[in-house]
């Protein structure tokens, strides 16, 4: 299609262009039901087909069977920081967390504000916050500072902001026992792992398999079913039980968000699954991690350590702001949106989710080598 921008926004990020022209194709009439999907009720078996083919090509891209359930919820995946903590600590329970980045530390503030209302306590196990570089490396996840009694191990996949990624090789490893999350919202669906190693999966839809509005949660039946609040009912918007019995439907969901969420899962099956993303994605990242390491210097990479380095979220800088400045008004006058780095750390950022084309990193690359080349 003609006039179509490369998009590397953080998110909302680049959708798939197929996706696109499908909802286009129906978005006054959907599936013969002579409304938009945007107008049909909830309840309508047309709608409720949409989430149960959604879960289903969920589950069967990651491998799971049917003791995981899907949700899709509201909120962002900034809303299961307390909703976590929430359904799972009791008084005198703790919960272990890494610090890896911005949004890894979110989650972990908000757990240290549940955990003292319900008497519970939230562990900062391992953090690189405090570098003089923050957050320019993983940090090392040590079992010896973990606790044994733990109620769950939180981290989070992927630092958007400063360019990190745990893979499977390096996912943090919890004490027998204890159940495993991730907040995997920049890093979802991008590359394969085993998602049987983790109890709960949480992630914003807008990074990689959707528009913002739709959180997507996957977790195991049967460790939601111990949870038990001691005290006190939660509201039942925030019960993962309560979601999982009423189907996310226990009131009006994000419709349309899960209905393009839902064709953005069918087209990474038509793609080859997760296998053809992991392909896709290690393709553009080496692209652009090449431009920078053979820059001679010119483009400067945050995150030194290639094994530590995001295939999302590629931060680097140039020898001057002013440099930066220029290098984003010149490439968004050539068509690249959504260069600039984030407000607190500035630079340049590419982010290069599972949408971004092959072909839009390839513009990007050799609009660096031009761009260096003049300066």
Not at 42 to 56: G, L, M, S, W, Y
Not at 277 to 299: C, L, T, V
Request: aromatic share 12%; glycine share 8%; with cysteine.
């Amino acid at each position: 299609m003609e006039n179509r921008a490369h998009n590397f926004f953080a998110g909302p990020a680049a959708l798939p262009l197929e996706v696109l022209q499908k909802a286009q194709a129906e978005l006054l009439n959907f599936r013969g039901t002579g409304v938009s999907v945007m107008e049909i009720s909830h309840r309508d078996k047309a709608f409720i087909a949409v989430t149960e083919e959604a879960e289903a090509d969920l589950k069967k891209l990651l491998g799971l069977g049917d003791d995981y359930a899907v949700l899709f919820l509201g909120g962002g995946a900034t809303h299961q920081f307390i909703m976590l903590p929430m359904n799972v600590l009791n008084e005198g329970d703790c919960a272990d967390y890494v610090d890896s980045g911005n949004w890894a530390h979110r989650a972990y503030e908000e757990a240290c504000i549940q955990a003292d209302w319900a008497k519970a306590k939230a562990n900062c196990i391992a953090s690189t916050r405090e570098l003089e570089k923050k957050y320019c490396v993983l940090p090392e996840v040590k079992q010896e500072n973990m606790n044994p009694n733990a109620k769950y191990l939180h981290f989070c996949s992927n630092n958007t902001i400063y360019g990190t990624q745990f893979f499977e090789k390096n996912y943090p490893k919890p004490l027998p026992g204890v159940p495993l999350v991730a907040d995997m919202s920049s890093g979802f669906m991008s590359h394969t792992f085993d998602a049987t190693k983790f109890d709960m999966i949480y992630a914003g839809a807008q990074k990689n398999v959707g528009p913002a509005g739709v959180t997507v949660v996957v977790i195991k039946k049967s460790w939601a079913e111990t949870f038990q609040k001691k005290g006190f009912q939660l509201p039942k918007t925030l019960d993962y039980k309560v979601q999982i019995e009423k189907g996310s439907m226990f009131n009006t969901p994000p419709c349309f968000n899960i209905y393009i969420t839902g064709l953005v899962f069918k087209w990474m099956l038509e793609m080859g699954g997760l296998e053809a993303m992991e392909k896709r994605n290690d393709k553009k990242q080496k692209m652009i991690y090449g431009a920078i390491d053979n820059s001679n210097g010119f483009y400067r990479g945050y995150v030194q350590n290639p094994e530590h380095r995001s295939w999302m979220n590629i931060t680097f800088n140039l020898p001057t702001p002013e440099l930066e400045e220029e290098f984003v008004k010149s490439a968004k006058a050539q068509g690249m949106l959504g260069l600039k780095g984030y407000r607190t750390l500035g630079g340049i950022r590419a982010s290069i989710y599972n949408s971004t084309t092959p072909e839009s990193v390839e513009t990007l690359v050799n609009f660096m080598e031009s761009f260096r080349k003049a300066h």
